[in-house]
């Protein structure tokens, strides 16, 4: 079961998910996606929330109301980290998120360390923990079948593109033959390269 929040901080809004429980945080960890940007307390067991990016967008486009909601959201869902003050969030792509043999379920590490960054939350901030709850919807979708229907669109894209790029270059190389062949044309009818009879020193028109 994953939850589903709406950060309504802007228009339209954003839609934040986490897990249930730690195993339903291994399934979006094992099948999330290139666009996904990865929420966790710092140094806390916590809920992993997540933000699914628009394509062509990077973690530098989150808006800072937004990542204080996922922020809020990650604190209000973390035991221990729910009940202090001045605590970090952690946030990095899905991408940068590492699983080794041996951990637990949910457990992660980096690839990467310096794309982890980090927000202070100084305090729980109940406004913005019971807006987003307002929102919030249970649903049990297939992560491995949304994966693969992700991959397998993104594979069509990169063949479309790569035939539109080979449809372009070959357009490019026959404007390119087509201008030679012009400039060679132009070049034989060039009046100083013609020649005439007189050339060859024959100004009669007597075979005998």
């Not at 990467?112 to 919807?137: A, C, F, P, Y």
């Not at 993104?154 to 012009?182: F, H, I, T, V, Y």
């Not at 060679?184 to 005439?196: D, F, G, I, P």
Request: glycine residues 2%; contains cysteine.
């Amino acid at each position: 079961m994953v939850f589903f929040f709406n950060s309504n901080v802007v228009s339209p809004p954003l839609v934040l998910f986490m897990g249930a429980n730690k195993y339903e945080n291994e399934e979006l960890i094992k099948w999330g996606w290139p666009e996904d940007v990865w929420f966790h307390v710092h140094n806390y067991s916590s809920a992993h929330v997540y933000l699914r990016l628009k394509n062509g967008q990077t973690i530098d486009d989150i808006p800072s109301s937004v990542l204080e909601d996922a922020a809020q959201l990650c604190k209000a869902n973390s035991i221990q980290g729910n009940k202090v003050n001045n605590i970090d969030v952690v946030y990095t792509m899905w991408e940068n998120l590492k699983k080794t043999q041996g951990m637990e379920p949910g457990q992660v590490a980096y690839y990467k360390d310096n794309l982890v960054r980090k927000i202070r939350v100084e305090k729980r901030i109940n406004e913005i923990v019971n807006r987003l709850n307002k929102t919030k919807i249970e649903e049990h979708p297939d992560f491995r079948a949304q994966k693969e229907a992700r991959d397998a669109e993104e594979r069509e894209n990169n063949k479309r593109l790569l035939r539109k790029q080979k449809e372009k270059m070959k357009e490019e190389e026959k404007k390119k033959l087509e201008e030679a062949e012009l400039r060679n044309y132009k070049s034989l009818m060039n009046a100083e390269k013609m020649s005439t009879n007189y050339d060859h020193d024959n100004d009669s028109d007597d075979f005998m």
